[in-house]
């Protein structure tokens, strides 16, 4: 009974999540938080590290960032997975083994899953030459009978970003 009148934003919840590159980005923040954390331990610690922290809480704040930026702005995904990747590959060099390697490795995950994350893309609508013409083969290879016909790809190709018609 609770369950399901809480159902219609459990749905809300999983289409906000299925469109954008939610995996990603959730690995892209913890790297973030793992690799900003590390360098702010107590402050006899800090003190004795000096300086060499703030490159540590810089990147960890960048790269929370980017991984912020993933989910609310999916558009930028690739810039966002490409530096993400950069950042938590400079971090093995520049912040404690980029948190121990566990927030490089992290962040290259994330960063890879930004990057290669797609929208889905919507429906295509019927094609309403073929419903007009019942005797049109449906077979998109042309036969050696039956002329090519350039509007039609034996692969159709289809771009969710609307570059390429």
Same mark, same amino acid.
């Given at each position: 009974m609770l369950l399901s009148r809480h159902r219609p934003s459990w749905r809300g919840w999983r289409r906000w999540r299925r469109g954008r590159p939610f995996w990603g980005g959730l690995a892209a923040v913890a790297a973030g938080a793992w690799i900003c954390v590390l360098p702010l331990a107590p402050l006899k610690i800090m003190l004795q590290q000096g300086v060499a922290g703030i490159p540590s809480v810089l990147m960890g704040i960048v790269m929370i960032v980017l991984g912020l930026t993933a989910w609310f702005a999916p558009q930028q995904r690739t810039l966002a997975g490409v530096l993400t990747t950069l950042i938590a590959t400079a971090a093995l060099v520049l912040s404690n083994l980029g948190g121990f390697l566990i927030g490089t490795l992290l962040g290259i995950l994330g960063g890879g899953l930004i990057f290669a994350w797609q929208p889905y893309a919507a429906p295509r609508a019927p094609d309403t030459t073929e419903a007009a013409d019942p005797t049109a083969s449906r %077979?998109?290879?042309? &036969?050696? %009978? !039956?002329? !090519? %016909?350039? &509007?039609?790809?034996p692969t159709p190709h289809h771009d969710s970003q609307g570059v390429q018609p």
């Amino acid at each position: 009974m609770l369950l399901s009148r809480h159902r219609p934003s459990w749905r809300g919840w999983r289409r906000w999540r299925r469109g954008r590159p939610f995996w990603g980005g959730l690995a892209a923040v913890a790297a973030g938080a793992w690799i900003c954390v590390l360098p702010l331990a107590p402050l006899k610690i800090m003190l004795q590290q000096g300086v060499a922290g703030i490159p540590s809480v810089l990147m960890g704040i960048v790269m929370i960032v980017l991984g912020l930026t993933a989910w609310f702005a999916p558009q930028q995904r690739t810039l966002a997975g490409v530096l993400t990747t950069l950042i938590a590959t400079a971090a093995l060099v520049l912040s404690n083994l980029g948190g121990f390697l566990i927030g490089t490795l992290l962040g290259i995950l994330g960063g890879g899953l930004i990057f290669a994350w797609q929208p889905y893309a919507a429906p295509r609508a019927p094609d309403t030459t073929e419903a007009a013409d019942p005797t049109a083969s449906r %077979d998109p290879i042309p &036969t050696r %009978d !039956a002329p !090519a %016909d350039p &509007t039609r790809s034996p692969t159709p190709h289809h771009d969710s970003q609307g570059v390429q018609p």
